[in-house]
């Protein structure tokens, strides 16, 4: 059963344009939703997170959307760049009550390619 | 801070051989996660420790794997006998627990396994 399923499985966006990326989640006790990116040879890191409290975050270009009666988010990168090419993960984490760190569910992964 | 350490950063053994990856988490992170990275699979937790005791090793494939955290700043991945499905990149991440909030988790480069 995957909890955390993305959309599309790759994508081919032109320099300067909006890629968007999808996610959507099973558990509706998932309250924290973080986007990792990943470069070839490295380990992922992280772009940007959101809490079901609020229904967009953005940072410089990069910019999540929440719905949450539709269990969905989305990673949304404007005025896209060569550089922005790698491969983007969406998670989840329930919430942790005991101050440890909870477990986070990764989705498969996409391949986002910008074109010159 | 160095970040994540991982070693070896490749491994080529053969069939029936075991396999021992190492992790030093960042300094002051008390939660330690492994990761197995596969094109099928994607990323998947296979196990992880808050304060050096296992919490979940709901992940870990087989008896065949297993996992220690003698202290706070070292982690061995063990395979037991090594086969060829085990061939993937393994990742092992660190975070810091405080108050409640989940932490961002931190990720080493990986272990980039081949068992022939």
């Known amino acids: 059963q995957q909890q955390v399923k993305q959309s599309p499985q790759s994508l081919i966006v032109q320099k300067g344009g909006i890629s968007i990326i999808n996610c959507a989640y099973e558990?509706?006790?998932?309250?924290?939703f973080p986007w990792y990116q990943q470069f070839p040879g490295k380990g992922p890191a992280l772009l940007i997170a959101?809490?079901?409290?609020?229904s967009e975050k953005k940072e410089g270009r990069f910019t999540i959307s929440f719905n949450k009666s539709a269990k969905q988010f989305s990673l949304h990168i404007m005025d896209s760049q060569p550089g922005d090419s790698a491969t983007y993960f969406c998670?989840?984490?329930?919430?942790?009550?005991?101050?440890?760190?909870?477990?986070?569910?990764f989705g498969k992964g996409i391949t986002l390619s910008v074109r010159p | 801070d160095a970040g994540v350490i991982q070693s070896p950063r490749h491994e080529v053994t053969e069939m029936g051989q075991e396999v021992t990856l190492r992790c030093k988490p960042i300094?002051?992170?008390?939660?330690l996660f492994w990761y197995r990275q596969t094109m099928m699979r994607g990323l998947e937790l296979l196990i992880y420790?808050?304060?050096?005791?296992?919490?979940?090793d709901s992940g870990m494939p087989e008896d065949r794997f297993s996992a220690k955290m003698p202290n706070a700043s070292f982690s061995t991945l063990k395979i037991q006998p090594s086969e060829p499905r085990d061939s993937a990149v393994y990742f092992c991440?660190?975070?810091?627990?405080?108050?409640?909030?989940?932490?961002?988790?931190?990720f080493g480069p990986g272990t980039r396994l081949t068992v022939l």
């Open positions: 991440a660190s975070s810091r627990a405080a108050g409640g909030l989940y932490n961002e988790q931190f």
């Open positions: 558990n509706t006790a998932f309250d924290y």
């Open positions: 959101i809490r079901p409290d609020v």
């Open positions: 998670a989840a984490s329930p919430p942790s009550y005991t101050g440890a760190n909870s477990k986070l569910t």
């Open positions: 300094s002051g992170h008390n939660s």
């Open positions: 420790f808050n304060n050096n005791v296992p919490i979940d």
